[in-house]
C-alpha cells in the first residue's frame, strides 16, 4: 500500500542539478511530503518537506504541483557526496504520524 | 545520528538467542522508533514510543519488545520467536516541531550465525 512510486535510479554529472521525481497521488490534504536520504550503511538524513508550498533550505529545494500528486526534489548542484538513496514519503503531522520508507531511488552522481 | 546512539554497531547472535540492542539520546526528544532493514529494502517499523512509559506497536512487532522506562533510552528487544532477525537496525526520535522531523541513529547490523 505505498503511498508514493519514485523511479529505482537515475544519474548525473557532479555539479549539475539532480532533479528527483516522486508520484503521490493519492496524497489527502493533511500529508505532507517528506525527503529523506541515506547514504550506505548509514541511518536515514532529513532533508525537506512540504505541503503545498514550494519549499527550499540549505540542502535542497522541494517543488510540488498545484493538484500535489506529484513533487520534485531539486540538489541544484550535486556532489559525489551526494550519492545515495533518496525517500520520497508521504505522511502526516503530530503524535501519531508515522513514516513509511519504500525503496526509494537510488542516485549516482558521477564524476 | 548527532545526538542519538546505538550500540554495539554490529552485533553476532547465535540461532535461539535473545539479544538487546540499545539507543540512547541526548536530544530531550518525547518520541523514539524502531525500525528495521532488509538489504535493497526501506524501513519498515516495528514499535515506537510516544512518551515515557508508553509504546505501541508498528507494523512487524512480533518476536520483537521494547520498554521505555527512561526518556532517554529506548532499548530493542530481538527474540528467539522472531524468525528472520539478520537485519540493519535503526533507532530514531521526533522532534516536535513544526516539520515533525526524525532524527536516526547510526544503526547496529545484527546477524544471526
Known amino acids: 500500500d505505498a503511498k508514493t512510486t519514485q523511479p529505482t535510479s537515475m544519474d548525473c554529472a557532479e555539479g549539475r542539478a539532480a532533479n528527483l521525481p516522486c508520484n503521490h497521488s493519492?496524497?489527502?490534504?493533511?500529508?505532507?511530503v517528506y525527503w529523506y536520504r541515506q547514504i550506505h550503511s548509514q541511518g536515514p538524513q532529513y532533508i525537506i518537506h512540504?505541503?503545498?508550498n514550494n519549499e527550499t533550505n540549505e540542502m535542497a529545494s522541494l517543488i510540488i504541483t498545484e493538484d500535489r500528486k506529484s513533487s520534485t526534489l531539486i540538489l541544484p548542484h550535486a556532489t559525489l557526496r551526494d550519492t545515495a538513496v533518496y525517500y520520497c514519503?508521504?505522511?502526516?503531522?503530530?503524535?501519531?504520524?508515522?513514516?513509511?520508507f519504500g525503496k526509494g531511488i537510488t542516485l549516482s552522481v558521477r564524476p | 545520528d548527532g545526538g542519538i546512539t546505538q550500540s554495539p554497531k554490529y552485533l553476532f547472535r547465535k540461532e535461539g538467542q535473545n539479544v538487546t540492542l540499545s539507543c540512547e539520546q541526548n536530544?530531550?526528544?518525547?518520541?523514539m522508533y524502531w525500525y528495521r532493514q532488509d538489504p535493497g529494502q526501506g524501513l519498515r517499523l516495528i514499535y515506537y514510543?510516544?512518551?515515557?512509559?508508553?509504546?505501541q506497536k508498528g507494523d512487524i512487532a512480533e518476536g520483537y519488545s521494547v520498554s521505555r522506562e527512561k526518556k532517554e533510552s529506548f532499548p530493542l528487544t530481538v527474540t528467539s520467536a522472531q524468525k528472520n532477525p539478520t537485519a540493519f537496525y535503526l533507532c530514531?526520535?521526533?522532534?516536535?516541531?513544526?516539520?515533525?522531523?526524525?532524527?536516526f541513529g547510526p544503526g547496529t547490523r545484527l546477524t544471526v550465525l
Open positions: 530514531a526520535t521526533r522532534i516536535e516541531d513544526r516539520t515533525d522531523t526524525q532524527y
Open positions: 493519492t496524497i489527502s490534504g493533511n500529508e505532507y
Open positions: 512540504g505541503l503545498k
Open positions: 514519503i508521504v505522511a502526516g503531522t503530530g503524535a501519531n504520524s508515522k513514516l513509511t
Open positions: 536530544l530531550n526528544h518525547d518520541a
Open positions: 514510543s510516544q512518551i515515557v512509559n508508553d509504546f
